[in-house]
């Protein structure tokens, strides 16, 4: 079966641009994450979702970040007004369950913001 | 707040070498470790998980409460073991997100 997907792969941006990656979790996944991962550091939490519902943004870095899974399937991630510093590969990850199940993650999304 | 550490940026082994990569967390409470790789050109995934107590691909990983670790190991490193090595945290006070350390890059020379 398909696994997590992401589109698009590369993004570049002006500063200043809004963007909008989109993230296929695994059919029937209950989980659904992002992560935000700077060249060469590891991923940090942005955001979680159980079905719908987002119970866990506390790791956006601004209210320039916003995301959403309205039909407890495909989530969106938008940054808007892009800076520099938003400059990175943005990581979906989704699991099966509502517990600690194992994360199956997407290839990413690189961004350059320019 | 909880955190991971990985203190190597970078190993490199020869082949049939044993490696070790260390991983030092902080957390209150109960944490569930994990080891996630990324080979070349792929994506981030699962390698071992503390509770499963098993041994994926050779690598093995104990997690010592008392000192904090969960540092992976295997005995006889192979060249297709080069990869990005992430350690991760995750707990019910963490909810179900993961934290991340800095990762290792394995290098295997043959």
């Known amino acids: 079966g398909a696994g997590v997907s992401q589109s698009p792969r590369y993004k570049v941006a002006k500063r200043g641009q809004d963007v909008a990656l989109r993230c296929d979790p695994i059919?029937?996944?209950?989980?659904l994450f992002w992560y935000q991962q700077a060249l060469g550091q590891g991923p940090e939490f942005l955001t979680y979702?159980?079905?719908?519902?987002?119970?866990?943004k506390s790791g956006l870095p601004s209210d320039r970040f916003f995301a959403e899974r309205p039909e407890g399937s495909v989530s969106t991630l938008k940054i808007q007004r892009t800076q520099q510093e938003d400059s990175a590969v943005y990581l979906c990850?989704?699991?099966?369950?509502?517990?600690?199940?194992?994360?199956?993650f997407g290839p990413g999304t690189r961004l350059t913001v320019t | 707040a909880q955190r991971v550490t990985q203190p190597e940026k970078l190993l490199s082994v020869f082949k049939g070498a044993p490696v070790e990569l260390k991983c030092n967390y902080s957390?209150?409470?109960?944490?569930?470790l994990f080891w996630y790789v990324q080979y070349s050109r792929q994506r981030l995934q699962l390698l071992l998980r503390?509770?499963s107590r098993e041994s994926i691909k050779g690598f093995t990983a104990d997690l010592n409460k008392g000192e904090t670790s969960f540092h992976l190991k295997k005995p006889f490193a192979q060249e297709e073991d080069s990869a990005m090595y992430y350690c991760?945290?995750?707990?019910?006070?963490?909810?179900?997100?993961?934290?991340f350390g800095g990762g290792t890059r394995v290098l295997v020379k043959p």
């Open positions: 990850a989704s699991s099966f369950d509502r517990g600690q199940g194992e994360q199956y």
């Open positions: 059919s029937g996944h209950v989980s």
């Open positions: 979702f159980q079905n719908e519902a987002q119970l866990d």
């Open positions: 957390y209150s409470g109960s944490p569930e």
């Open positions: 503390h509770i």
């Open positions: 991760a945290l995750s707990g019910k006070a963490a909810g179900n997100k993961l934290t």
